[in-house]
């Protein structure tokens, strides 16, 4: 397979023009898919500048309100929801409620969401259910790594459910030293990578480097002296989206 994609040869597109039975709206084409995180404006601003500059939009999965959303609305990205379900799970103190108030809450801030990736991916029938019940259609918490050798597709589940598989993930790549999803294309399957701003601007080669900083992760001047200036998430970010054709 080749490592080089020619201008011109792969087209991005957004996880809701996805439909299973049809190959063609997901087939050959690369799925750019960002998890806020609860990331500060300067981080969200840094990867959109970095997709504007390439002209690629992106499906983005909102933790939080945050001063660019009207801007990534009206600019063409589509916004889903990035719910955190894992102080229910850890059982925390806590004022979150049950999966539905969690939901809910995502949905206060996008409310035209369609599309829905967990915090930590975390997911069962019940909680896919109540996706289906508030009127989420894109189910994105399924993970199947570039090195197991999955031709990963879209399928549709009860209700209506469509589940939209990610073969790439920066924080996972990292600890699996998982390949570039550049190496992979033309890749056969749906080829949806999943990447988070705080990566992007730190340039993360390591988790230690995420870990050590995040004292200083809403403070621009402080963690800018910190990016990693070799080949790092950010570097190979800028790579994929300088080589794909807005779709």
């Known amino acids: 397979l080749s490592s080089e994609i020619d201008h011109g040869q792969v087209a991005t597109a957004l996880v809701s023009d996805v439909l299973p039975e049809d190959a063609s709206t997901w087939r050959g084409r690369v799925f750019v898919t960002i998890d806020l995180d609860w990331c500060a404006d300067f981080v969200l601003e840094d990867t959109l500048d970095l997709l504007e500059s390439a002209g690629v939009k992106a499906t983005w999965f909102v933790t939080h309100e945050t001063a660019w959303a009207g801007r990534l609305r009206s600019i063409g990205h589509e916004l889903g929801i990035h719910p955190n379900f894992n102080r229910l799970l850890d059982g925390s103190p806590n004022d979150d409620g049950n999966v539905r108030t969690v939901l809910e809450k995502c949905l206060e801030v996008v409310p035209e969401a369609r599309a829905v990736r967990s915090h930590s991916l975390a997911q069962s029938e019940r909680v896919l259910d109540t996706f289906s019940e508030l009127g989420l259609k894109y189910v994105c918490n399924t993970f199947l790594p570039l090195s197991a050798s999955i031709k990963a597709r879209p399928f549709r ?5 469509i ?17 570039s999803p550049i190496s992979v294309v033309p890749y056969q399957g749906v080829l949806v990578v999943d990447f988070h701003p705080i990566h992007i601007f730190l340039n993360s080669e390591s988790l230690t480097r995420y870990e050590s900083s995040r004292h200083l992760h809403s403070s621009h001047k402080e963690l800018l002296p910190l990016r990693y200036v070799g080949s790092g998430v950010r570097t190979l970010f800028m790579e994929l989206i300088r080589k794909v054709v807005p779709g």
């Open 163 to 179: 589940v939209v598989p990610h073969v790439w993930q920066d924080n996972v790549a990292i600890r699996l030293e998982e390949p």
């Open 157 to 161: 589940m009860w209700d209506d459910l």
